[in-house]
Structure formats: structure tokens, C-alpha cells
């Protein structure tokens, strides 16, 4: 069973950095593409990074230039590594896996004070 366990939420400063990790049961060779999304209260979920395999990686309008996804295939681990951040960046950041479904994981929160 394929499980996606996120770490590295917190509380942080505005303009500040964290970083997040994912940590995938299986090998990240079994996956398409894998990424990032986040749901502020009262929001939609929305996309903060996808990676596609031989594609590349895409951002969200709101986070490019702050963020950076990337991954290590050795530790079957991605990353986001998210720098100046802003109050409007808090939310709850989600790791996704898809290869003919698609997986979640349960998400770490992300609080940014003003």
C-alpha cells in the first residue's frame, strides 16, 4: 500500500523559510508525477508545485520564484523548500503521487504570522 507521510510544517515569521518533506512507501519510479498542494481555511486546494516525470517541474502563479520542489530519488523523498514566505502562504501543504491513481497524503500545516 502506497503511503506519502509529510513533515516540516510549522510556525514561521513572514519572511521566513521552511522546508517540507514527503516520504513515499514505495519507489518514487513507480509514479508519473508527484507534487505539492495546499488548502487555506475556506479555500479550494490549490496547486503549489507538480513534478512530471521527463516533463519537469510546474508552480502556482503565487509561489514561483519563492519555492522550490525537488526530489531525492534515493530516499524515495521530495521536498519543498519554501523561502519568503507570507502570511497568505499558511495552509495545510499536501504531498500527491499519481501513477493510475492517485495518492494523498495527510497533510502538515503551515502557519505564517504577520
Known amino acids: 500500500q502506497v503511503q506519502l507521510v509529510e513533515s516540516g510544517g510549522g510556525l514561521v515569521q513572514a519572511g521566513g523559510s521552511l522546508r517540507l518533506s514527503c516520504a513515499a512507501s514505495?519507489?518514487?519510479?513507480?509514479?508519473?508525477?508527484m507534487g505539492w498542494y495546499r488548502q487555506g481555511p475556506g479555500n479550494q486546494r490549490e496547486l503549489v508545485a507538480t513534478?512530471?516525470?521527463?516533463?519537469?517541474?510546474t508552480y502556482g502563479d503565487s509561489v514561483k520564484g519563492r519555492f522550490t520542489a525537488s526530489t531525492d530519488n534515493a530516499k524515495n523523498t521530495m521536498y519543498l523548500e519554501m523561502n519568503s514566505l507570507k502570511p497568505e502562504d499558511s495552509a495545510v501543504y499536501y504531498c500527491?503521487?499519481?501513477?493510475?491513481?492517485?495518492?494523498w497524503g495527510r497533510g502538515t500545516q503551515v502557519t505564517v504570522s504577520a
Open positions: 500527491n503521487a499519481n501513477n493510475f491513481v492517485s495518492y
Open positions: 513534478i512530471i516525470r521527463g516533463v519537469g517541474i
Open positions: 514505495v519507489s518514487f519510479s513507480s509514479f508519473s508525477s
